[in-house]
């Protein structure tokens, strides 16, 4: 396959041109592979993984072809999602590890193991009949009102402002920690049904009967009320139930919520022969944001909101750059660290496209683009250079990404990557890519014109002498 790049201004395309020749023969397709495959929409009918609609991450069923072509015996996720990678690899008797920095995710995978690793059936009835009398009940429970913060008032009706306080006061008296685990995550599961948002991207719709200011605003329909929607998350969790144990109770995985670029330095030399992963993409998504009624739910504020979103991989125009920060965590340990500088400074083709946007950051959209290309590229060579560390000589490591495109110029991620997986001690063997790309978006389209974008999965093996 050969891949011709090209600059829309009429920019240098030097260095992409020589990424591309030299790792496009590494290009091919999989029939194995799709978008249902490779992304959440695979896990639509999954039990256990269907409970939450959590976007962002692939497929249960990835994860158990990955290990059956592999055959490793310790998996890590350092980018876990809702911990699909890790429940799956324990369920398959694998030692298994998810790192997430998103407590939603997280809490989701906790609530998943407790509920196929020794759980009650029988208590998860007994007290999830009890959760729904609770809900019915008509006196109020202002005292655990849902803590809303600036992003999610008017998100709901009072009708179900007054359930969703009758649950949190249910909950927040229960003693069985494992039933209340799967409860919580089925409330939260439903925050988003029964009220006046809906996820898109990197934004929140709204409603127009929301009660807030709002520029634009669309008809979601019919929205259902908490209680209404958390009975049928609770008939879905009951008839999933057996089948989970089967999916996934073949162990307990190691759930650890925070980031991967302070939590990977303490992670020993050779730990794991697979890594399964899917960082978040370059492409500007503010998860903070779009997961904002769950956050809330779970007691984040307005200040661990920007908290939280500044200690994540820098994908948005918001980060500000953490480069100083790491380094003064690395402290004189730093040998992964130095060597990310060096692969960072070493990649031309990320300069090239810095270049040609600094030249028009009058016309970007948002001139922190500029930082965020940094900051993105920068912090995934650390990750990777923590990686060559960490997996064994002849581990795997498999990524989902996908390219990115910016003010027309398009970085190829999956080639950048691959070079600073080769600088850190792998052997990229495999970039297999869909059949069918992504398309640029529409304002970009419009500019430029339609140019499909690789969307890929990497495959790197440690090589010996790394």
């Known amino acids: 396959m050969t891949v011709t790049v090209v600059s829309p201004h009429g920019g240098s395309v030097k260095a992409r041109q020589a990424l591309s020749d030299r790792f496009c023969s590494r290009l091919s397709t999989n ?70 920095i998103m407590p939603v995710g997280i809490r989701a995978g906790m609530a998943l193991a407790q509920a196929a690793n020794g759980l009650s059936r029988n208590d998860f009835d007994k007290h999830a009949s009890d959760l729904k009398n609770a809900i019915r009940t008509e006196d109020s429970a202002s005292g655990l009102a849902f803590p809303h913060v600036r992003i999610t008032k008017g998100a709901f009706s009072d009708r179900t402002e007054q359930e969703i306080a009758r649950a949190r006061r249910f909950l927040a008296n229960m003693r069985d920690e494992g039933v209340r685990a799967v409860l919580d995550l089925a409330c939260m599961s439903v925050l988003e049904e029964a009220s006046y948002t809906r996820k898109d991207g990197q934004y929140l719709r709204w409603d127009r009967r929301a009660d807030r200011p709002l520029r634009a605003s669309v008809d979601l329909g019919h929205i259902s009320s908490f209680n209404a929607a958390l009975e049928r998350k609770i008939d879905e969790i009951t008839t999933d139930f057996d089948r989970l144990r089967e999916q996934f109770g073949g162990g307990r995985p190691s759930l650890v919520n925070g980031s991967c670029l302070e939590l990977l330095k303490d992670i020993p030399d050779g730990e794991f022969d697979m890594v399964i992963t899917s960082p978040p993409y370059a492409n500007r998504y503010d998860y903070t944001r779009t997961y904002a009624l769950e956050l809330a739910w779970m007691g984040f504020g307005q200040d661990a909101f920007s908290d939280l979103r500044q200690k994540m991989l820098s994908a948005t125009v918001e980060n500000k750059t953490k480069r100083d920060a790491l380094a003064e965590f690395y402290g004189t340990h730093r040998e992964a660290f130095d060597r990310a500088v060096r692969m960072y400074d070493g990649q031309c083709a990320i300069r090239e496209v810095l270049n040609i946007l600094e030249d028009r950051r009058d016309e970007l959209s948002n001139r922190n683009v500029l930082r965020l290309i940094e900051q993105y590229f920068f912090e995934m060579a650390l990750v990777i250079s923590e990686l060559g560390r960490i997996v064994c000589p002849g581990g795997v490591v498999i990524m989902v990404n996908d390219n990115v495109q910016y003010h027309g110029e398009e970085l190829p991620v999956d080639f950048i990557l691959s070079d600073f997986a080769e600088m850190a001690g792998f052997r990229c063997s495999t970039i297999w890519h869909l059949a069918r790309g992504k398309g640029n978006s529409s304002q970009q389209m419009a500019r430029f014109g339609r140019q499909e974008l690789r969307k890929c999965v990497y495959r790197w093996v440690r090589r010996d002498d790394g």
């Open 31 to 100: 029939d194995f592979l799709n978008r249902r495959v490779v992304s959440y929409q695979g896990n639509r009918k999954t039990p256990g993984l269907r409970w939450m609609k959590y976007k962002e991450g692939f497929s249960g069923a990835l994860v158990a072809h990955l290990i059956a072509q592999e055959n490793p015996c310790a998996v890590l996720d350092p980018f876990a999602g809702m911990c699909t990678a890790p429940l799956i690899a324990a369920g398959l008797g694998r030692r298994a590890t998810g790192i997430e």
